[in-house]
């Protein structure tokens, strides 16, 4: 470890120099790849190509299947939570700004009970409280829900969107109390009912404020999912946590599972990047 | 309306001498909060490192704090949890393997201060970071031409300057570590949430336990809040409100 550092160390300061004076080196400096940046990939590459050669992988082509399920599951849900979750959020959120107190109060409750709550309680209440509950009332057993709410995937999914409105409703109140009081004005002015002014000019005005942070509270959405897999859900972490049973293996299945989150998380904010810069500012 | 009276009848259960199991819940909220207190502490501390890292270190520590702060921000706490806990359990065996001696059990507590430590540092050092960048330019450069000396700086201008910008953010980290920890009820620690389940699997009444469970979270939330809304008024002392 020691003479490794000192090496990294040591080849970053010459590739400083080298960066500087050489023409290929100048370029991949000026395309943002520095010489040390070079060598760290190197090293990454190297770590990750060891973890392939020493650990033991074998189980993979055991589990492929498992495997795409459970990411198949995990996206799922976090598609559909987000998306759900999203359109609470903005009612939640407009309440609070302009809803009567008797809305608006509400609303406020309910952002700070999920807010200062941990998500796994609200999971373990829904699926073992409520889960407990539903069998005991008649009129619930013999309606046409019951098939849902014996499976956990329902609880799942109602305790994530619970969770995303809650968060992301707290962004939009920000956002609808932040778009400027004359462009709603002017809006008003040109004969716009409010209706129209809500879907014409608040509504994408608050929305275009609040990407940056929508793609932010998405990927921590993504980082909540594994959750799931506590009340036998199983998403692409529950996939690995049986793994790690079966194989009795520690490090490799948490390893290849951080990364496919690593590569997840990447996608998303590549994604809202994109969709940001598609949006004009003005 | 039967389940509203089973669930009063079953109130005696939240009592706090044994037949009633109010005093895990507390116990668990005393190791929750435990955890919670040490690991943000730990977090902070690794925090102001990072910061300091990335502000004023050279190419190759800003690129592995960098590499630092993005694996924990794009990977799942409960996965990181998983890792660090049997990581860190096994490098110290290791190296006591080394020392020659017998491997040991690492105390619960000690294990999830280190890695909600770690989780939280990588946030808290962004925090930080965007605070002491927040402040004017201005007030440092008039401070060098004082000629006050870097120490000065920072125990006069520095630190009192970023810390309007950087409480709301770090009271925000105060409330997810306490959250966080529930999370640490995976790995079989005893705190407040895996207490809440016993104590519910025990007894079959569920919605009870969850349901004092979510009081006492909230009970912590609020307090924090209204701790937190103190040490903010005291950190904006003196300057101008808008």
Redesign the interface.
């Given at each position: 470890m020691n003479d490794l550092s000192s090496k990294?160390?040591l080849s970053?300061t010459e590739g400083?120099s080298q960066a500087q004076s050489a023409g290929v080196f100048s370029w991949a400096a000026d395309k943002g790849f520095?010489l040390?940046?070079l060598i760290?990939a190197a090293i990454a590459i190297a770590i990750v190509l060891i973890c392939a050669a020493q650990m033991r992988w074998d189980w993979l082509p055991e589990y492929h299947e498992l495997i795409f399920e459970g990411l198949w599951r995990t996206l799922w849900l976090l598609v559909a939570s987000v998306v759900i979750g999203f359109a609470l959020a903005l009612p939640l959120g407009l309440v609070q700004v302009t809803g009567p107190a008797i809305l608006a109060a509400p609303a406020k409750a309910f952002c700070?009970?999920i807010?200062?709550?941990?998500?796994?309680?609200?999971l373990?209440?829904l699926y073992?409280?409520?889960?407990?509950?539903f069998p005991?009332?008649p009129e619930i057993r013999d309606s046409w829900l019951w098939p849902y709410l014996r499976q956990a995937w329902p609880y799942a999914l109602l305790s994530l969107t619970l969770s995303f409105a809650a968060y992301e409703a707290e962004v939009m109140r920000g956002a609808f109390a932040g778009v400027p009081k004359g462009e709603l004005e002017a809006a008003k002015a040109y004969g716009f009912t409010p209706w129209q002014i809500f879907r014409r000019v608040w509504m994408p005005r608050a929305i275009h404020r609040a990407l940056p942070t929508l793609g932010g509270e998405v990927?921590l959405q993504?980082?909540?999912?594994?959750?799931v897999a506590?009340i036998t859900v199983i998403d692409v972490?529950g996939a690995f946590t049986r793994v790690r049973q079966d194989a009795f293996l520690?490090?490799e299945p948490?390893?290849l599972?951080?990364f496919i989150?690593?590569l997840m998380?990447?996608a998303l904010v590549l994604f809202f990047r994109y969709m940001e810069r598609r949006i004009p500012v003005k | 309306m039967?389940?509203f009276s089973t669930f009063f009848d079953s109130l005696h259960l939240l009592s706090l001498e044994p037949p009633g199991w109010g005093g895990n819940l507390l116990r668990g909220l005393m190791h929750s909060l435990q955890i919670a207190v040490g690991g943000y502490a730990l977090g902070l501390l690794l925090g102001v490192f990072t910061a300091c890292g990335k502000l004023y270190g050279?190419?190759?520590s800003k690129?592995?704090l960098g590499c630092y702060t993005t694996?924990v921000?794009?990977?799942?706490?409960?996965?990181?949890i998983?890792?660090l806990y049997?990581?860190g359990t096994d490098v110290i065996n290791q190296l006591m393997f080394w020392l020659g001696k017998d491997p040991v059990n690492i105390n619960g507590l000690a294990a999830g201060i280190f890695v909600i430590g770690i989780v939280q540092g990588a946030y808290s050092g962004e925090v930080i970071r965007g605070a002491v960048l927040a402040i004017p330019q201005g007030q440092l450069e008039a401070a060098r031409a004082y000629g006050f000396t870097g120490w000065q700086v920072l125990r006069r201008i520095t630190l009192p300057a970023m810390l309007p910008y950087a409480i709301p953010g770090l009271a925000n980290l105060w409330?997810i570590a306490t959250?966080?920890?529930?999370?640490l009820?995976?790995v079989g620690f005893s705190e407040l949430?895996l207490e809440?389940?016993q104590a519910?699997g025990a007894t079959?009444h569920?919605?009870l336990f969850?349901?004092a469970?979510?009081v006492l979270?909230?009970l912590v939330?609020?307090i924090s809040n209204h701790v937190i809304s103190r040490i903010e008024r005291w950190s904006r002392r003196g300057i101008y409100q808008v």
């Open positions: 990294r160390t970053g400083e520095a040390h940046r760290m700070n009970v807010r200062g709550t941990p998500l796994l309680l609200q373990w209440l073992y409280g409520l889960g407990s509950v005991a009332i990927v993504l980082k909540a999912t594994p959750l506590t972490y520690t490090y948490l390893l599972l951080a989150y690593m998380a990447g | 039967d389940i050279g190419i190759i690129d592995i694996i921000r794009a990977v799942p706490e409960l996965v990181l998983l890792l049997y990581a409330l959250k966080d920890t529930a999370l009820a995976v949430t809440t389940r519910a079959r569920y919605m969850y349901c469970a979510g979270y909230l939330t609020l």
